[in-house]
């Protein structure tokens, strides 16, 4: 237990213990000097025993009866005073013992003590997350354990009693406290050296610029997520030397621009969020003019989008709160809201997006643009999770779900860093590239392949880095080789090799690995689980490599099965 | 002038000097020992322990500790003269001297804590 409590527990039990301490006395002594009279008669002086005994038991309101002997009438007066006397001292000293122990301020500090010392065990590279929501719930949800342990901190105590009845495993520590606070920061670990970073996703930009700058101050080396939705605050941010700005309107706008400009590559970022590696028909976006419903940062990211597209929009203002206080009503869609977007061209209009702050608002707008125009193609920003079912009920054709973009987006740069470059990287070619690489994709490995992420080092991949230390050149093309026969080929694609600040889009072939090279892989499961083999295991890397291994000491055991064929 | 210190300095001395005149006497003779004067040692030094909780002070750590050990004493020395009373029903020589010499100790542990709170006292510049 920390110094502090122990202090603040003494402190406030020395009156009641006083208290206890002075009607006992007093009753002790009152009885001890009060003679009494035994069974037959005759006069006794109680012992200091005695009255201890009896007093303890009197105090206490247990009551055993007068002992050692019945009490006479002086012995009894003084009783039934010091039956009040002590009794009410003795409930007020355990009241106030209890009501410390109930102290809001005393668990306070039990908690954060309790905290501090759970962050302080934190062995494992962790993140910390400000604030507790449905957004960092998901992010939690991807990285405790896996890759990241997380601490959260949040200014309301629902929030972490929420958090802690989710009960994650491995725990997450939490604690009650202002983000803004520097000493909570610190009691979260941000001088701890496996503190990876910082997460900060608040709605309101001020907090979060405020936080990464006591963030900046203290600490240099962490990573600090920040969430940003306006032009302005982004700018600053990357003044400040953040590397890591999130703007969910901003990737929403991108996705949009990359829908209609070039599929693939924006089917190739989808599939790194689960989407199927294949272009479908609903997921095209349509030629014509679209209709921007609502101006606020969102419906202005997705002008802008448009705008660098070359389509023809339409931008109308609309204050969701303002209309919600006329109409009395979230319901769009009485005569006048239907002449609005009548007039707005809805009937000639490809496409139709509601970006309102509100989510019903915008559901009962999309509903109304498809009774005026059953083509037309829907897009509507979800606030919150909690009403995605409503969302997909009402089958509108893209669903841009705030939070979830941007949980998705921080997964990615914790967890996934190469599949955010390749993202990055993928946006500056174009679409006859990207068409490529998804037919390139589909034909080796398969509609729906799973990506990895690797670093060719010591842990990752022993072997490897025990030909790289020998001098051994390796190629990809080597690697490619399956350990059921080295002629055929593994059905395996390697993306993206990072090498230092070096980035390689499709990594050529016949290019030479190096230690400490991070790939991006696509294979299935089994291929590659395949691949790990081969690079941890010395015979398999032998083996694809072509090599007898006679200079091995351990060469007459490692004769591999497979080397004989 | 606080009052504070006036009152836990009175309790800190009394809890001694109660606590001398039980010690002193005959070890042999426990006539010579009250009763009395061991209950109100007992009394003064529990109060005295309970004013020097809660001082965050190095000193005022040293002062419970040394109040806590007088206390154990004490308690220890009326625990062997109940038990010599009621369960032993004797009190010889060597009881005797058990509560007298328990007591003893307890002064040692008061007299500690009086010297550091003079030396207190004195060092503080007012």
Redesign the interface.
């Known amino acids: 237990m920390n110094e502090q409590i122990i202090w603040i527990v003494l402190k406030r039990l020395r009156i009641p213990f006083f208290v206890i301490i002075i009607t006992f006395a007093i009753s002790i002594l009152g009885l001890v000097l009060i003679p009494g009279t035994t069974d037959h008669g005759k006069p006794y002086q109680m012992t200091f025993f005695d009255a201890f005994y009896f007093v303890s038991y009197m105090a206490s309101t247990i009551g055993f009866g007068e002992a050692p002997y019945a009490f006479n009438y002086h012995q009894r007066m003084w009783v039934s005073f010091a039956i009040y006397f002590t009794v009410i001292g003795w409930f007020y000293g355990i009241g106030a013992i209890v009501s410390l122990i109930q102290d809001e301020g005393l668990r306070r500090a039990l908690n954060l003590n309790a905290f501090k010392k759970q962050v302080e065990n934190l062995h494992e590279p962790f993140y910390i997350i400000l604030g507790y929501n449905s957004i960092t719930k998901t992010i939690i949800n991807k990285i405790n354990g896996v890759d990241y342990r997380a601490v959260v901190l949040d200014k309301s105590p629902q929030k972490i009693e929420e958090l802690v009845l989710e009960n994650f495993y491995p725990h997450v520590p939490a604690s009650v406290g202002d983000a803004t606070n520097q000493q909570m920061l610190k009691m979260s670990g941000i001088h701890q050296k496996n503190c990876k970073g910082v997460i900060s996703l608040f709605e309101n930009d001020m907090v979060n610029a405020n936080i990464a700058t006591v963030c900046m101050l203290l600490n240099r080396k962490i990573d600090i997520i920040i969430k940003a939705t306006l032009p302005e605050q982004v700018t600053h941010f990357k003044k400040m030397g953040l590397k890591h700005v999130q703007n969910p309107f901003d990737i929403i706008s991108k996705r949009i621009y990359f829908g209609i400009t070039s599929p693939h590559i924006w089917l190739l970022e989808m599939w790194m969020y689960g989407h199927i590696l294949k272009l479908k028909g609903r997921d095209r976006f349509p030629d014509g003019k679209y209709i921007i419903y609502g101006s606020g940062r969102m419906g202005q990211a997705i002008a802008a989008g448009l705008k660098k597209a070359n389509v023809e929009y339409i931008l109308k203002d609309f204050d969701s709160k303002q209309y919600i206080k006329e109409k009395e009503s979230t319901i769009f869609g009485d005569a006048e809201d239907m002449q609005k977007l009548i007039d707005l061209g809805v009937k000639e209009s490809a496409s139709i997006i509601a970006a309102t702050k509100n989510d019903i608002l915008n559901l009962t707008i999309l509903n109304t643009a498809k009774q005026l125009n059953p083509n037309i193609f829907t897009m509507a920003r979800e606030n919150s999770l909690d009403d995605l079912n409503i969302f997909k009920a009402a089958k509108i054709n893209k669903i841009y779900v705030v939070e979830k973009i941007l949980a998705d987006a921080t997964y990615n740069f914790i967890s996934r860093p190469l599949v955010d470059l390749f993202i990055h990287e993928a946006r500056k070619q174009n679409e006859e590239w990207a068409e490529v690489i998804v037919n390139i994709l589909n034909n080796i490995t398969g509609m729906n392949p799973k990506y990895f992420e690797t670093q060719l080092n010591d842990e990752n991949a022993y072997a490897l880095s025990l030909e790289f230390n020998k001098g051994g050149e390796i190629t990809l093309a080597n690697l490619r080789r399956s350990r059921e026969n080295k002629n055929e080929m593994l059905q395996i694609v390697f993306l993206l090799l990072k090498r230092g600040d070096e980035v390689y889009l499709m990594p050529d072939s016949q290019m030479h690995l190096q230690l400490n090279d991070k790939l991006l892989i696509v294979a299935d499961d089994d291929t590659y689980e395949d691949f790990e083999y081969i690079i941890n295991n010395i015979y398999e890397l032998n083996y694809v490599l072509d090599k007898e291994d006679t200079n091995n000491i351990l060469g007459f055991w490692g004769k591999h099965g497979k080397t004989k064929t | 002038m606080n009052m504070y210190k006036i009152i836990s300095g009175l309790f800190f001395t009394l809890a001694m000097t109660l606590n001398f005149g039980f010690f002193y006497g005959d070890p042999t003779q426990l006539i010579e020992h009250s009763?009395?004067e061991?209950?109100a040692a007992i009394?003064v030094n529990?109060?005295a322990t309970?004013?020097k909780?809660?001082d965050?002070t190095q000193l005022g750590a040293v002062l419970l500790a040394t109040s806590l050990v007088a206390d154990i004493q004490l308690i220890a020395s009326?625990t062997v003269?109940?038990f010599a009373?009621?369960v032993a029903k004797n009190i010889g020589v060597e009881a005797t001297t058990a509560i007298v010499s328990l007591s003893g100790g307890a002064l040692l542990a008061n007299s500690v804590s009086v010297i550091l709170f003079i030396g207190d006292t004195i060092k503080s510049k007012r």
Request: hydrophobic share 70%; net charge neutral.
């Open positions: 009763a009395y061991l209950f009394i529990l109060i309970v004013l909780l809660g965050r009326a003269w109940a009373e009621y």
